[in-house]
C-alpha cells in the first residue's frame, strides 16, 4: 500500500484542522494505521492508531496530549484515515506521518501502535505540515 496524506495548514492556537491520509494498492488488506508527528530537533512521536478492519472490536490508542481534543478514525474506502485536531496548540506543530502495518489485527491495534510505536510500521507516507502559531 501507498500513503499519501494531506490536510495540514497552518492554524492559531485553538483552531482545528482535519488531516487525511489516503491508502492506494492494496484493497484488500486490513491495516493496522495510525498518525506520527515529528517537529524539528526531536524524535519522530506517536500520535494515534487504529485498525482499517470494519468491525466493532478495532482498539484505539491516543497519546496523553492530544487525548479529548484528537480523534482518528478510518473512512469508507479502504485503508484511508483521518484525524481531526481541534483546539490545537503551539506543541502540536510538526510534520505529521500516516503510518501502516499489515498483519495486526484489529483487537491488537491499539496496543500494537502503543508498545512498538514507530519500529512497528513498515510503510509510512511522505506527511503533511501542521503549524500552530
Known amino acids: 500500500v501507498q500513503l499519501v496524506e494531506s490536510g495540514g495548514g497552518s492554524v492559531q492556537p485553538g483552531g482545528t484542522l482535519r488531516l487525511s491520509c489516503a491508502g492506494s494498492?492494496?484493497?484488500?488488506?486490513?491495516?493496522?494505521m495510525g498518525w506520527f508527528r515529528q517537529a524539528p530537533g526531536r524524535k519522530r512521536e506517536k500520535v494515534a492508531g487504529?485498525?482499517?478492519?470494519?468491525?466493532?472490536?478495532?482498539?484505539?490508542y491516543y497519546v496523553s496530549s492530544v487525548k479529548g481534543r484528537f480523534t482518528i478514525s478510518r473512512g469508507n474506502a479502504s485503508n484511508t484515515l483521518y484525524l481531526q485536531m481541534n483546539n490545537l496548540k503551539p506543541e502540536d506543530s510538526a510534520m505529521y506521518y500516516c503510518a501502516a502495518q499489515r498483519g495486526v489485527s484489529s483487537g491488537r491495534c491499539g496496543n500494537y501502535f502503543n508498545v512498538y510505536g514507530t519500529r512497528g510500521f513498515s510503510v509510512w507516507g511522505q506527511g503533511t505540515q501542521v503549524t500552530v502559531s
Open positions: 494498492g492494496d484493497s484488500n488488506s486490513v491495516y493496522c
Open positions: 487504529t485498525s482499517t478492519a470494519n468491525d466493532s472490536g478495532g482498539s484505539t
